[in-house]
């Protein structure tokens, strides 16, 4: 069959491959859905782990930006990168829908599967912890014989955190969060602490969803990756990353 354009219709001839495949990585990117079980659940849980890491990495990129707009004194442009942020985080929240139907029983027609992988063997998810704060070295360990990425944890681990950033760009403007947040003239830096709340409200939710899957799917029985489960999780699930900006609701 003879495909040909018509009229005013798009170009559809290509030597080779389409320009969009070759942009994309179509072929790669859909090459690496590989489920070892059977399960019509396992390729949701597959694609939905693999949207997930894509947007850690993306919120990697936004937060790294915005650190080192900080770092120049540009507030406007690292607030404006923070927004842009929060789309890719509501975007990995609702990623959760992927999940939301996933049985008990279905989980453990692939739970066997996967083995000892887990999450929690994400270094994509570990640097957005240490970029917002939450620095505990003890979790590049699971890295320990993947020398690139132990470097680059360790590089994350030592520059300061989106945290240390923003409160260094208030301190060179001469005040404080308490001050900004009192009505001082300084919006650009209210804005800037608003986004960040915005930021911090959905990695919380992110975490309180996963923790409730978890318990919808596993109950309180022990992860792939060693740990107790839920109650592990239960434990850090409501960290607040920029501590300073919730203390600031206390004084107001
Ligand atoms: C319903 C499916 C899921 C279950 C039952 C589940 C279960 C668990 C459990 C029990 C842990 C604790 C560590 C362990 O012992 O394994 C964990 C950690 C983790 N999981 Fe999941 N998980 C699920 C889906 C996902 C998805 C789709 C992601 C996205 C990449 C993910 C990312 C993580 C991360 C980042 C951690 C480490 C959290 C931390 O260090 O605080 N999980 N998961």
Redesign the pocket.
């Given at each position: 069959m003879v495909y040909g354009r018509r009229g005013s219709g798009p170009k559809v001839e290509f030597e080779g491959t389409t320009p969009y495949a070759d942009y994309t990585h179509i072929e790669t990117l859909l090459s690496l859905q590989t489920p070892r079980t059977q399960s019509p659940a396992e390729y949701s849980?597959i694609v939905?782990?693999q949207v997930?890491?894509l947007l850690f990495t993306l919120l990697r990129h936004e937060w790294e930006t915005a650190r080192t707009q900080l770092d120049a004194d540009d507030v406007r442009a690292a607030t404006r990168t923070l927004r842009r942020s929060i789309g890719a985080q509501d975007v990995l929240i609702s990623s959760w829908q992927l999940?939301a139907t996933?049985t008990p029983n279905e989980?453990g027609e692939f739970r066997d599967a996967f083995g000892e992988a887990?999450?929690?063997q994400?270094y994509g998810?570990r640097h957005l912890e240490f970029l917002l704060g939450n620095k505990r070295p003890g979790?590049v360990c699971p890295h320990a014989e993947m020398p690139s990425v132990v470097a680059d944890l360790e590089k994350q681990l030592a520059e300061p955190s989106l945290d240390d950033a923003a409160k260094a760009a208030v301190a060179r403007r001469g005040t404080s969060w308490l001050e900004i947040y009192s009505g001082s003239k300084q919006p650009d830096l209210y804005e800037l602490g608003e986004v960040l709340m915005e930021v911090a409200e959905r990695f919380i939710r992110w975490?309180q969803l996963?923790l409730t899957?978890?318990w919808r799917?596993?109950g309180d029985k022990?992860?792939?990756?060693?740990?107790a489960?839920?109650s592990?999780?239960a434990k850090?699930v409501h960290d607040r990353p920029f501590p300073d900006l919730w203390a600031v609701r206390n004084e107001l």
């Open positions: 849980f939905a782990t997930m890491e999940l996933l989980f887990s999450g929690f994400s998810y979790m975490r996963h899957a978890v799917v596993m022990p992860g792939s990756g060693g740990s489960g839920a592990w999780l850090t």
